[in-house]
């Protein structure tokens, strides 16, 4: 059963750039994918990026339309965390920000395929 805790939200302005970190514990790191989802006040949950286990052949890493180029996802295995870094924000990222796992995934984009949440961390982008 992992535990996930996300950690480096605040209060940034446009154009800022902030590093999302989710530590894992409680299973093995290299066998989860890992996804970021965000939450808006009023807005469903949506997907924003994800990178697959590490026992795949070729990396696979996916990112929503709207954070393409902005956002990047990676993991360092020996710390059992993933990353999302995310530059160039614009207030519409002001966001709950989760982190997911999935055991041997791909990095999926529905919420359903993921076996563990962690809490969120808050981002707030000022114009």
């Known amino acids: 059963q992992a535990q996930l805790v996300e950690s480096g939200g605040g209060l940034v302005q446009a154009g800022d750039s902030l590093r999302l970190s989710c530590v894992v514990s409680g299973g093995d790191f290299s066998r989860l994918a890992m996804g970021w989802f965000r939450q808006a006040p009023g807005k469903e949950r949506e997907f924003v990026g994800a990178?697959?286990?590490?026992?795949?052949?070729?990396?696979?890493?996916d990112y929503a339309d709207s954070v393409k180029g902005r956002f990047t996802v990676f993991r360092d295995n020996a710390k059992n965390t993933v990353y999302l870094q995310m530059n160039s924000l614009k207030p519409e990222d002001t966001a709950v920000y989760y982190c997911?796992?999935?055991?041997?995934?791909?990095?999926?984009?529905?919420?359903?395929?993921?076996?563990?949440w962690g809490q969120g961390t808050q981002v707030a982008v000022s114009s």
């Open positions: 990178i697959s286990w590490s026992g795949r052949s070729a990396p696979y890493v």
């Open positions: 997911a796992a999935e055991d041997y995934g791909v990095g999926a984009r529905v919420m359903h395929q993921y076996d563990y």
